[in-house]
């Protein structure tokens, strides 16, 4: 029974040896990357607020650190398991070789519900936590970040004890940090120009002016907002975004085939992301229903909102028209939704490649954190742009050379990427 | 043509009669509290002022005649066209207003004046008599201060300098004192004293009223000189036998005991109107200039009679009131209090809830720092007689029998009524009443809130029913006086208002006898740019039944809050979130994450707009934008949104036009006092008032207010469930006995079941999706309300979807309760979600969470049944039949037969119950869904009774050395529910072994009752009796229970032994 059920680290190794297969790896290297490295699992004993004291289950997975120290978030969540653990640990290698950024790939989480206890148990967790891991962790081996339910004020917390272990200042222990405590600038706009970055570039290379293009996008958010921005700014015209009605539950699709006004659009947007539907009709937008995004006659579709939106049913509604999609949530397309791109050759910028902005922003937070010196906020953009750029070109050019599929293209540089550096460190 | 224009002329008129005579009323009493003024001054005055009252004043002359004295103008001569009105100090005539025309005048219905001058005549006579009552009494306690002076000076037989000024000034008085002083020297065996006490008892014999009060009587008057002779021998007696601090000190308790006198016997004397017993209790204050020194069972005696007078006649309000309501407190209470001419109605549910919260949080304790600052709005009353005096001023008594009419033909009506009664008139009294409410209240902004007679009778489960309307407040007097009388036209129109008719009608309430008397309260708050609202506001209940984690207490309470007024609070608003907070462990939040706590943070924000005088509903950024500088405490308010980190700001530097602001009241929670303050006023309130309590509160940024106090108890909806026991097992589908809160799902007909084990075996992520659609789609067709949906772990879980469907709100938003089951997977069983994810949807949606652990040890899960019942999905469905294995909807009825599944949810006894039975019928549905299922019936307390006499009866008083059983409490007070104990007080005069065997044998009827009171009613608990043996020294001392042997009132009551 319980080999039968769902589990998220059987489908990524699927995955790995799927893209092991057409790299025709060798038998140990393949055996290194379908498992993590190490796999860190210990106890946190906290005294909870009542006075008694609870023992919580922590856990630190290094998968692969062949190419750079380890990257990855920390978790709290209630039904944990290992498993997931590995699972993330093991994408996030091959995220972070994807772009090219020289960093590996990790996951840490605990098992606990943030909801069933105060900060100040929080604190403890976190505190407990780093102490727990203190000498496998650290700016030039594993630095962790926020994942699920865990924050900023839980990064300062493991900063703050990671720093009075060692004595010392080291703000590159930890990303997600907040700007004038160790935070980088550009971390909100990072995700969403990343994607319009390799967008542009996919564009380009498909012999298409940007000008002369129009965009659907799925999704109101941080990301899909300065995606729109971005995408505008280069001349593209969006002609519709989604986003999510908190009061009728369900999502809706704002339109102006003439392109969207994101200023006037955000002036009607409260701060969940919801656009005022009364409003928005009053400035001449057609409010359409959640799905209207998708059957759109434009040129690109950017998903940006929720996993498995591109399914095999919805995926019939796409317009002839749709030349390229480019991933901005993640996971948003399903596997039989791949397959009618190929078949229906519409060129897909994947997601672990075209929101990959966050980690690489990330990535520069630690190297100006080591440096202890920030950077203006165009500096980071423009060094996240030539990251992008070449990571997508990279990719592409892979893709072109073996005419494969962008997503496979994808993983099969990251895998070789990482396979390579296993290698030159005589590994394997 | 001409008899229409007649009438509008006829009506003009009437009008202008009208204006002109409450224009008088103003002037008379300007007058009257004119105190830089002398009386004569006044009255000299008053003959000028008062003509313009009448429909012809310029040949309208008035006399006054007073204390000997003549006011009137000049020539003023008596006519046949005279009205009089008596001018009467303690029902003593003492003066007289002659109003007479100079001239002829035409009649109306054969009389030469108006129906309403002959009241404002009477109106001005009873003002000039109060006035001058009070100007006496002030010229009384003046001589009285003198006279203290003149003895401190001497220091020496001050008792004589006393009497000697009594016997001047009030020699009824002075005789009732040697009265007294007679019976004390003859019960201390002085002879004289008897001789003198036989004259005595003759006179009584030939004059049988020379006790009574009318001693004035030009007959007595002989009589009464005699008794001043007996009087002065009387105390020249005593200074022979007692010592002067002996005789000063019985004078002082009786004086004191006196001046009670006539207050006890207005109180008690049910057939006099509210205003004598008001008049009674200023006069009794004035006369005790504010010290009260009553004996302590007067003190007692009084109070009850005042509580049942004011408030209510329910023994759990008086018995719990009397405790901490005193006599004196009515003073402050009277001086508020607007009501009908010879009116006798009380104050309302409403207003008795503040009332004694407020006395009861008062009382000194060792809570008293945490609650310094506690405060309670200004608050004025109309008593509840007030509406009918009302209806029956504007001949409107028809509007009574709306009621009875169709419900219909009530919606159809109620606007109708809403504008018959805004457009009718309110009597002189009450709107002088009000204006010198709104002298006092000011011009702050007020609501007008109902305060009626059911909601006293019903606790909370008619809450809300009734009207409650925000006033500004602003511009002239007569506007305001003209909107308040229209907002309390407008609460007394919503007693007809289709709703509560429908309520009570379902109930079987609709004779009760309602009537609604008014709080007129000041809001709280402060004004910021054009708005005036409190910082902020809130409910709070003592037990929390909506808890978010398993670590919450139900006593840890609750409490929801909202930045400005706190209707968004009270009421549940399905797109706005208040802030939810467990007094008792403020530190678990509901929402976690920066986008949980941004999501569930209220949004919008009710205002008074003072510029347009209306209550409005405010885009929260926007009012910040506006005014967030003049916010008092907003720091403490909101919290700062900046990369992915949300934060409680310094005061310093919050910049209301960029910022990210978000309401979360960190600030406030997490560095003031204000959760200690709340936690301490409810754990204060239950354990005085012994029942947890639903409070109402609003802070202006630097007191807190106390708005509101009820009995949580039966919130509808809320009410603890009894389990039934005698459910036979394959009837039972689920039982549960983990987070249990209460409620009652009545008639659930489809149960959507996601089989766990199924579930877990699916392998793609896009079946368990596909499960979640499903689910959405159900809910959608499934009937509203009437469905159950139950599946494994948590449901909408986020991360892990392998954990849980995966469904958002809007895919359950139909569901009358969310069900996890945790199944036990090898040694460990899963963690729930108690629907954290949208834990506030189902909140102010009222869905029901339940969570069912089906592998613990005494848990019933009829898995059968929810396997092998016949599953629907296929025909509802058909495109989703594939999923059939893993998701059953089962038609209740259609599988039992046309039963249904109730669920019953009991969070005292910690038990809920999902079980098959036969659907109600609608009317018993309603009163499935509302009558709380707690109150007390004949049945609890009579069987109580009954077994109380039986152990009296079987009880051996030489065997176990028992002198007397008593019983008090409920069972006594017929107040007893399925849960009472039954509370006995033994007096035990017996040795140590008959104690021991005495105990025993309590111990046995006590554990037999417990059992026999389970199967009746399902209340479990180790023992019904509550005993308390008491000794002779106790009973002598009246040391704890003992002061219940005999007590003036609640006294515990005597019952038979064996034998006896």
């Known amino acids: 029974m319980a080999d039968k059920s769902f589990n998220a680290f059987k489908m990524a190794q699927q995955q790995f040896d799927n893209v092991a297969e057409k790299l025709d790896l060798d038998p140990a290297t393949r055996e290194l990357l379908r498992n993590p490295l190490r796999e860190y699992h210990f106890a946190i004993p906290v005294k909870m607020d009542d006075g008694s004291v609870k023992i919580f289950q922590g856990f630190r997975v290094q998968h692969n650190d062949g190419r750079g120290p380890c990257k990855g978030g920390i978790r709290f969540h209630p039904q944990e398991t290992i498993d997931t653990v590995k699972a993330l640990a093991t994408w996030m290698t091959w995220k972070c070789a994807v772009v090219d950024i020289p960093l590996g790939g990790g996951k840490g989480g605990v098992i606990c519900d943030p909801h069933n206890l105060s900060m100040r148990e929080q604190e403890q967790i976190c505190r407990g936590w780093v102490r727990q891991v203190v000498r496998n962790v650290g700016p030039l081996q594993d630095v962790p970040a926020p994942d699920v339910m865990t924050n900023a004020q839980h990064m300062i917390w493991m900063m703050d004890e990671y720093e009075r272990l060692t004595g010392a200042k080291y703000p590159g222990f930890i990303t997600g940090k907040p700007v004038g405590m160790g935070g980088s600038l550009g971390r909100t706009e990072a995700t969403g120009f990343g994607v319009i970055y390799t967008l542009r570039e996919a564009l380009r290379e498909l012999g298409i002016d940007i000008k002369k293009t129009t965009a659907a996008f799925q999704g109101f958010g941080n990301v899909s907002q300065y995606a729109v921005k971005l995408y505008q700014e280069y001349g593209g015209t969006p002609v519709c975004v989604s986003c999510w009605d908190q009061k009728e539950s369900k999502s809706y699709t704002f339109i102006k085939k003439s392109g969207i006004n994101l200023e006037e659009l955000l002036g009607i947007t409260d701060k969940f992301g919801g656009i005022d539907k009364a409003k928005a009709k009053g400035l001449g937008y057609e409010v359409a229903d959640a799905e209207a995004w998708i059957q759109q006659e434009v040129d690109i579709l950017v998903p940006a909102a929720l996993e498995n939106q591109i399914n095999a049913e919805t995926v019939k509604k796409i317009s002839d028209k749709v030349k390229v999609v480019a991933e901005g949530a993640n996971g948003p397309t399903t596997p039989e939704a791949d397959e009618v791109f190929k078949k229906k050759n519409i060129f897909v910028i994947p997601d672990f490649l075209a929101n990959a902005g966050g980690v690489t922003c990330s990535y520069f937070e630690q190297v100006q954190c080591n440096m202890n010196y920030f950077w203006t906020k165009e500096e980071v953009l423009s060094k996240l742009d030539n990251v992008m750029t070449s990571a997508f070109h990279a990719v592409y050019g892979l893709a072109k050379q073996k005419k494969a599929y962008m997503r496979d293209a994808a993983y099969m540089i990251a895998v070789s990427r990482v396979a390579q550096a296993c290698k030159l460190r005589g590994w394997v | 043509m001409d008899e229409q224009q007649n009438s509008i002329d006829k009506l003009l008129h009437d009008m202008r009669e009208r204006a002109k005579e409450l224009n008088c009323l103003y002037q008379v009493e300007e007058l009257l509290t004119k105190t830089q003024l002398s009386l004569a001054e006044v009255l000299a005055q008053l003959v000028h002022v008062i003509p313009a009252g009448y429909q012809f004043s310029d040949i309208c002359r008035v006399r006054i005649v007073y204390d000997g004295q003549e006011f009137a103008p000049e020539g003023f001569a008596l006519t046949p066209r005279t009205q009089t009105a008596l001018i009467r100090i303690e029902d003593k005539e003492v003066g007289r207003i002659e109003v007479s025309y100079a001239s002829e005048v035409p009649q109306t219905e054969g009389s030469y004046f108006l129906k309403d001058e002959h009241k404002l005549l009477e109106t001005i006579a009873e003002r000039i008599s109060r006035t001058i009552l009070h100007q006496q009494l002030e010229q009384v306690s003046r001589e009285w201060e003198t006279a203290q002076r003149a003895l401190s000076d001497k220091n020496k037989k001050e008792w004589m300098v006393i009497i000697e000024l009594l016997r001047r000034t009030d020699q009824n008085l002075y005789i009732h004192l040697s009265r007294k002083m007679i019976y004390h020297l003859f019960w201390n065996g002085v002879m004289e004293a008897k001789e003198l006490l036989k004259t005595l008892s003759k006179d009584r014999d030939q004059v049988p009223s020379e006790l009574s009060e009318d001693m004035n009587r030009p007959s007595l008057r002989r009589s009464q000189l005699e008794l001043l002779a007996l009087s002065d021998e009387t105390f020249r007696i005593a200074a022979r036998y007692l010592s002067d601090t002996e005789i000063l000190g019985r004078i002082q308790k009786w004086i004191q005991e006196d001046k009670a006198g006539f207050l006890s016997r207005a109180i008690n004397n049910i057939d006099l109107p509210l205003v004598e017993i008001i008049n009674a209790i200023t006069h009794y204050h004035y006369i005790s200039g504010g010290h009260y020194e009553l004996s302590p069972p007067m003190e007692k005696g009084l109070r009850v009679s005042l509580i049942r007078r004011f408030f209510s006649d329910d023994l759990k309000f008086i018995n719990i009131a009397k405790n901490h309501v005193e006599v004196r407190h009515f003073y402050d209470l009277v001086q508020r209090i607007i009501y009908p001419a010879n009116g006798y109605g009380r104050l309302g549910g409403k207003s008795a809830g503040l009332f004694l919260a407020q006395k009861i949080l008062s009382t000194p304790g060792e809570h008293s720092e945490v609650l310094d600052g506690l405060k309670y709005p200004k608050t004025w009353y109309i008593t509840t007689d007030a509406i009918m005096s009302f209806l029956s001023y504007n001949n409107l008594e ?361 579930y877990s075996q699916l392998e793609r992520s896009e079946d368990m999706l596909e499960i979640g659609r499903v689910v959405g789609k159900l809910n959608s067709l499934l009937p509203k309300r009437q469905f159950i949906l139950m599946g494994p772990g948590r449901w909408g879980s986020r991360g892990d979807i392998k954990l849980g469907v995966p469904v958002t709100y809007s895919d359950f938003n139909n569901t009358a309760a969310l069900i996890e089951i945790a199944r036990k997977k090898g040694n460990y069983v899963p963690e729930l979600s108690f629907g954290t994810h949208f834990f506030q949807d189902l909140v102010e949606s009222s869905i029901r969470y339940l969570p069912l652990y089906p592998d613990d040890p005494g848990i019933e899960f009829n898995e059968k049944f929810l396997l092998g019942a016949r599953n629907v999905l296929p025909e509802i469905l058909p495109e989703s039949a594939a999923l059939a294995d893993t998701i059953r909807v089962i038609d209740v009825p259609q599988v039992t037969g046309g039963k249904v599944l109730r669920v019953a949810m009991n969070a005292d006894l910690g038990e809920a119950l999902g079980y098959i039975a036969t659907p109600l019928a609608a009317a018993d549905a309603a009163e499935e869904k509302g009558v709380p299922a ?113 007590a003036v009132t609640d006294a515990a009551r005597r019952l038979s032994l064996k034998g006896e």
């Open chain 2, 398 to 758: 028809e509007v009574n029998e709306q009621k009875y009419k169709e419900i219909d033909q009530i919606r159809l009506e109620y606007q109708n009524v809403v504008q018959l009664l805004k457009n009718s008139h309110f009597p002189v009294e009450i709107i002088k009443g009000l204006s010198m409410a709104l002298d006092d209240l000011g011009d702050r902004p007020l609501i007008v809130r109902s305060s009626s007679l059911l909601e006293d009778r019903m606790g909370t489960a008619f809450s809300g029913k009734y009207k409650s309307l925000f006033l500004a407040n602003t511009g002239s007097k007569q506007e305001r006086l003209d909107a308040l009388t229209d907002a309390i036209a407008e609460v007394y129109a919503s007693i007809f208002g289709p709703d509560p008719i429908e309520y009570r009608a379902e109930r079987g309430l609709l004779d009760f006898h309602e009537e609604m008397g008014i709080m007129i309260q000041e809001v709280v708050g402060r004004r910021m740019g054009d708005y005036f609202l409190p910082a902020f506001a809130g409910v709070a209940f003592s037990n929390n039944e909506f808890r978010w984690s398993s670590r919450i207490k139900r006593e840890d309470g609750l409490a929801r809050l909202v930045p400005g007024l706190g209707t968004r609070a009270v009421d549940r608003v399905s797109d706005d979130y208040p802030i939810l907070i467990s007094p008792g462990i403020p530190n678990l939040r509901v929402n976690v994450t920066a986008e949980e706590t941004m999501r569930y943070s209220p949004r919008r924000i009710d205002v008074i707009n003072l510029k347009t005088g209306t209550f409005e509903t405010k885009e929260i950024p926007a009012l910040l934008r506006e005014c967030g500088r003049e916010y008092p405490v907003v720091e403490k308010i909101v919290s700062v949104y900046e990369d992915d980190h949300i934060f409680s700001p310094s005061a310093i530097n919050l910049d209301f036009e960029r910022a990210n602001l978000f309401v979360t009241f960190e600030g406030l929670i997490t560095r003031t006092p204000f959760i200690k303050q709340l936690q301490t006023i409810l754990k204060t309130l239950q354990e005085k008032m012994g029942t947890p309590v639903d409070i109402e509160f609003a802070h202006d940024g630097q007191n807190l207010y106390l708005l509101q106090c009820r009995p949580q108890a039966a919130a509808a909806g809320n009410v603890a469930s009894p389990i039934p026991k005698d459910i036979a097992d394959d009837r039972v589908v689920f039982t549960a006995n983990r987070y249990i809160s209460n409620g009652k799902l009545p008639d659930i007909t489809h149960i959507v079941y996601v089989d766990p084990e199924k």
């Open chain 2, 934 to 1046: 707690e109150g007390p019936s004949e049945d609890h307390w009579h069987w109580r009774l009954r077994m109380a006499e039986r152990i009296a009866g079987q009880l051996d008083p030489a065997r176990f050395g028992v002198k007397a059983l008593y019983v008090f409490g409920s069972t006594k007070n017929a107040t007893a529910g399925p849960g009472s104990d039954i509370d006995l007080l033994i007096h035990f005069q017996g040795g140590e072994e008959q104690r021991r065997q005495l105990v025993l044998w309590l111990e046995g009827w006590s554990l037999c009752l417990a059992e026999i009171n389970f199967s009746r009613t399902g209340y479990q608990s180790d023992g019904l009796l509550d005993y308390h043996l008491l000794t002779d020294e106790d009973i002598e001392k009246k040391t704890s229970y003992a002061v219940k042997i005999g």
